[in-house]
Structure formats: C-alpha cells, structure tokens
C-alpha cells in the first residue's frame, strides 16, 4: 500500500518556477514508478512526466520538455518536479501516482494523490 501526497503548488508569474514534491508512505515505495499528471477541469488528464523506481529513467511530455524535470529521492519517499520557465498554459491540478509498470494514460495506476493547484498568470 502507498500513499501520496503533493505539496508545493502556487500562484506563480510567468517564467517563474516551482518545485512539487509528492511524499509517498509505505515500505515499498521505491519498487514503484511515479508520474505527474495535471488535469484542467473540463479537460482530459495530461501526462507531464515519469520516472522509474531507481531514478535512472525518465520521460517528458514534449509541452514541458527542457523545462521541467523530474527526480526522486527514496531514501526521503519523495519525488520531485522541478518547474520553471512556467507559462499560463501549465496551470493546472498536479497529481503524482504510482505504479509498478508506468504508462502515459493514467489506467496503469493504483496509487494517485490528492492533486495541488499550480497556476501561471500572465
């Protein structure tokens, strides 16, 4: 069983950066790939990055790529996304999830967080 939880949203101006993290809670953690996903309401939920169990794998939406980047640190059960160069277009509800065998639709996953609000004015 994992537990997750986002920390870090906020209002930031465009061309700022925030960073999220997403805690996790359970032993096993480090066995699990974790993505971000980010949801407008009324839109569909939008991949934005993974990266694998131990760290060494990672992928990128091409709307964020060279921008944002993803990192983990087990020992601490926290991943990071580091995001800058933000535009009004990455406002959104972020959510990390978990799951063994990461995949880009969000069906691959058991363990989801409750979502933090970024949002970029203009």
């Known amino acids: 069983q994992v537990q997750l939880v986002e920390f870090g949203g906020g209002l930031v101006q465009a061309g700022g950066s925030l960073r999220l993290s997403c805690a996790a809670s359970?032993?096993?953690?480090?066995?699990?790939?974790v993505t971000w996903f980010r949801q407008v309401p009324g839109k569909e939920r939008e991949f934005v990055a993974t990266?694998?169990?131990?760290?060494?794998?990672?992928d990128y939406a091409d709307s964020v790529k060279g921008r944002f980047t993803v990192s983990r640190d087990n020992a601490q059960n926290t991943v990071y996304l580091q995001m800058n160069s933000l535009k009004p277009e990455d406002t959104a509800v972020y959510y990390c999830?978990?799951?063994?065998?990461?995949?880009?639709?969000?069906?691959?996953?058991?363990?989801w967080g409750q979502g933090t609000q970024v949002t970029v004015s203009s």
């Open positions: 999830a978990a799951a063994k065998v990461p995949g880009r639709t969000g069906s691959e996953y058991t363990y």
């Open positions: 359970g032993r096993t953690f480090g066995n699990y790939a």
């Open positions: 990266i694998s169990w131990g760290g060494g794998g990672t």
